[in-house]
């Protein structure tokens, strides 16, 4: 694995989401950058209900143990891990939109990606944030190739992918289906193998989400490739 030019860039809100949405994908592009937006620990030591069924006493035991999660599943797929210093919806200080468009955009600026990928922000409130992030910026970026994932276990809820597709076209984005180009041909079964190890990775999460609850995982991967507008791309350089 090189170290310098990863031209595969995906937005994890948190440390599983990319892999759990796109490790399929990520199999296929050694050097992908995976970039975890909500990585950093509360101030303050906290105690929620998710870290206490993830198996934590506390935030700051939480956020050491994910990323070592992180770093074995990442290391599994050859993806360099990029953090940014956000905190996740549950430890109650999350940053304004315009905020994190601003360091997303720079972070993607000064990388060497020419392909994003951004959560399609299902039901979570911080993939939410995220979506709302990248579409504030993605008309600025638009010579870059920009696809979105149906984000996995979230996608499961009813009209959820439909209500962001209804919100994408209000924006001038246009979605349509597509599979992002693999970098490297890799045999089938292989390519699961690696997912199924990288998933097992997260064993806290795995843990959180309960028996089955993780079981979407491991269906087939969905994307959506994103073309902005003239109108949208006009209004984003004024």
């Not at 909500?38 to 906290?46: K, L, N, T, V």
């Not at 600026?109 to 409130?125: E, I, K, R, V, W």
């Not at 638009?142 to 962001?164: K, M």
Request: net charge negative; glycine share 4%; charged share 20%.
């Amino acid at each position: 694995m090189s170290e310098t030019s990863p031209r595969l860039f995906v937005l994890s809100p948190h440390f599983d989401d990319a892999v759990f949405s796109c490790g399929a994908l990520l199999a296929t592009h050694p050097d992908a950058a995976v970039c975890t937006v909500f990585a950093a620990p509360p101030e303050h030591d906290m105690h929620t209900e998710w870290d206490r069924k993830a198996g934590f006493s506390g935030a700051h035991e939480a956020i050491h143990a994910r990323t070592i999660e992180d770093n074995r599943a990442l290391s599994l797929l050859d993806a360099i891990p990029v953090r940014m210093p956000f905190r996740d919806n549950q430890y109650l200080d999350s940053p304004s939109i315009s905020k994190l468009a601003a360091a997303l955009e720079e972070t993607i600026y000064g990388s060497t990606a020419n392909t994003l990928l951004m959560p399609l922000g299902l039901f979570h409130p911080d993939h939410l944030l995220v979506y709302h992030a990248c579409c504030e910026i993605l008309p600025r970026l638009a010579h870059l190739s920009w696809f979105a994932y149906e984000d996995a276990i979230h996608r499961c809820n009813p009209g959820v992918v439909q209500t962001q597709l209804d919100d994408l076209a209000r924006r001038g984005i246009v979605a349509t289906p597509a599979q992002p180009a693999a970098a490297h041909t890799i045999d089938p079964v292989r390519q699961a193998v690696i997912k199924h190890e990288a998933v097992a990775a997260y064993e806290s999460q795995l843990r959180g989400f309960g028996p089955h609850g993780c079981d979407d995982v491991f269906n087939a991967e969905r994307y959506w490739q994103l073309t902005v507008s003239r109108t949208a791309t006009r209004r984003a350089k004024k």
